[in-house]
Every structure is written in structure tokens, then in C-alpha cells.
């Protein structure tokens, strides 16, 4: 398990290292955009103190996360690994005052919640559209009463009086 928080005294040159898992469910700003909130997380975090003395997390995070296909309605495992670096203020205008090419992470005051870290780099994870990569993958949204997708269309009776007519 990654530590509770992380404090001033946990980030040091050369940069200290934590490892652990995290529940999903622990993440509540995640799990209500998720098929199911189930699985755990890997993450690798590095603390350290950049250049010019601001804290900085770099880390490498591991998951499956299970989202519903747009296309098809069918759950899937999104993966994700990716690395990851913010540099750690403690309020907004401190992170607008920071260079461009620097990410932040707002922790709102002195101590940072690794799990806090994890969730936001997830979150940013998640595709705009969640689907299936091929279209193949997908297969037809079924219905409870058995019916076919053409006949619960909303053409589907004009297509009925259309054949009785030609049948006539």
C-alpha cells in the first residue's frame, strides 16, 4: 500500500522512491465513471526536489480499468501504463505561475495524498470516447425481450405495412 500522505520531509535529492497498490475503489472521483469499481492499481512514485526547489512527483502507473463501450454497450478493460511528472503547489495561482511545460498537482496545503496523485493521472487516462479499439470487438447491444435491432428501430413498423402492401 502506498503511504496515508506524503509530507515536506518525504521529498529529497536524490529523489526517494514509493511503491504500492490502490484499491479503485478507493478513488471516488474514478469508480462512478467505471463499469465497476473493482481492481487495484500498481503505481511507482519518485519524490523529489527539482532545480528550483519545488517538490515534484514522477511516476509510473499500471491499471485495467473496466469502462462500457459507447458503440456497443459491452464492458471492456481499458489499459493504462503510463509515467507521469507534476510538481506539487499548494494553490491555483501557484500553478498557473508555473512554466507551460510543467504539470502541477494542487495538494491545498502542506501534506499530498499519494492516492490523490494516482486518481488525477487516471482520470486524465481515460479516453473522450470510451470504446472498443476496432469495431470488430464490438458486438450487437442485445435486448431483454430477445427482439432483433432492426425490429426495435424506430422504422421498424413502417417497414411491416411497407411488405404487407407489396404482398397486397
Known sequence: ??????????????????RGRVAVSAMKRLVGLLAEGEGEVEATLGLSLDEAGRRTVSGHIKARLPLLCNRCLQRY???????????????????DA?????DSFISGGGAVRPEAVVEDELLLSLPVVARHDSE?????????????????????????RLNRRKQD
Do not use: Y
Open 1 to 18: 500500500m502506498l503511504p496515508g500522505t506524503l509530507g515536506p520531509q518525504d521529498f529529497t535529492v536524490p529523489a526517494s522512491t514509493v
Open 77 to 95: 478493460d481499458h489499459l493504462v501504463d503510463t509515467a507521469f511528472r507534476v510538481v506539487v503547489v499548494d494553490t491555483g495561482a501557484e500553478a
Open 98 to 102: 508555473l512554466p507551460d511545460e510543467l
Open 136 to 160: 470488430s470487438d464490438c458486438g450487437p447491444p442485445t435486448h431483454s425481450s430477445g427482439a432483433t435491432r432492426e425490429a426495435l428501430g424506430p422504422l421498424a413498423g413502417l417497414k411491416d
